[in-house]
């Protein structure tokens, strides 16, 4: 059995990229591109550089084709300089390596499932809502909430414009894959909403 991969940043190296290609879940009927991949480093604790692993990893990135999915797909396909060619992928953008997360999540019977995406390909961009929507949200407050009682007896205000702590300075904020040392990491051996089926950690095959 393949032992569990940490949960972390990892780094690939361009040769490390074994295969890519477009497959289909056989129990879904869904497409889906697969990226293979061996690494053998991951960011170390304080994001500064690479730990080289004890034994390379080898697994796949999942990207699903559906429509459902397919906003989040292109992009990631976007960042990663896609060729357009789903016969024969290729991408631009990881001539100098590829940057990967792996998640540990629950799947659908509670046990614990690595799931892996490519990392930094989203945007901190926020839509301004629609006007309606907020008027709404406002008379509904006002609504359920304008008689209440003022609280009695809470601590003072805080100062006005505190500064932020750490953890609200991380909170939805997309934490930045560690850098890339100026040259190649070294050692080891070089060689959407989405339903549970676009779920990468539902649909992909099981090793």
């Known amino acids: ?8 940043q990892y780094f690939v190296l361009a040769q490390d990229i074994i295969a890519t290609g477009v497959s289909k879940n ?35 990135i999942m990207l699903s084709l559906s429509d ?3 906003d989040y797909t292109e992009k990631k396909l976007a960042h990663l300089g896609f060729n357009g060619n789903f016969d024969s992928p ?7 390596g590829l940057h990967v997360t792996c998640d540990i999540k629950p799947d659908r019977e509670g046990n614990p499932r690595e ?3 490519i990392s930094g390909w989203g945007s901190t961009e926020r839509p301004e809502p629609d006007r309606d929507v907020i008027t709404q949200l406002q008379a509904r407050w006002k609504q359920n909430n304008q008689a209440a009682a003022p609280p009695v007896g809470n601590p003072a205000p805080p100062p006005t414009n505190p500064a932020p702590t ?6 939805n904020a997309q934490t930045p894959a560690p850098p890339v040392p100026a040259a190649a990491p070294t050692g080891g ?3 959407a909403a989405i339903d549970d089926d ?10």
């Open 68 to 70: 459902k999915a397919w």
């Open 189 to 191: 051996n070089s060689s």
């Open 115 to 117: 799931n892996w995406d």
């Open 90 to 96: 290729g991408f631009t953008k990881i001539a100098d």
């Open 166 to 171: 750490k953890s609200q300075q991380g909170q």
């Open 26 to 60: 056989e129990k879904s009927g869904k497409h889906y591109m697969y990226i293979e991949f061996r690494t053998q480093h991951i960011a170390n604790a304080a994001g500064t550089g690479w730990d080289v692993l004890p034994e390379p990893i080898t697994r796949s």
């Open 1 to 8: 059995m393949t032992p569990q991969a940490q949960a972390g």
């Open 198 to 207: 676009d779920d990468p950690m539902n649909w992909p095959p099981k090793n």
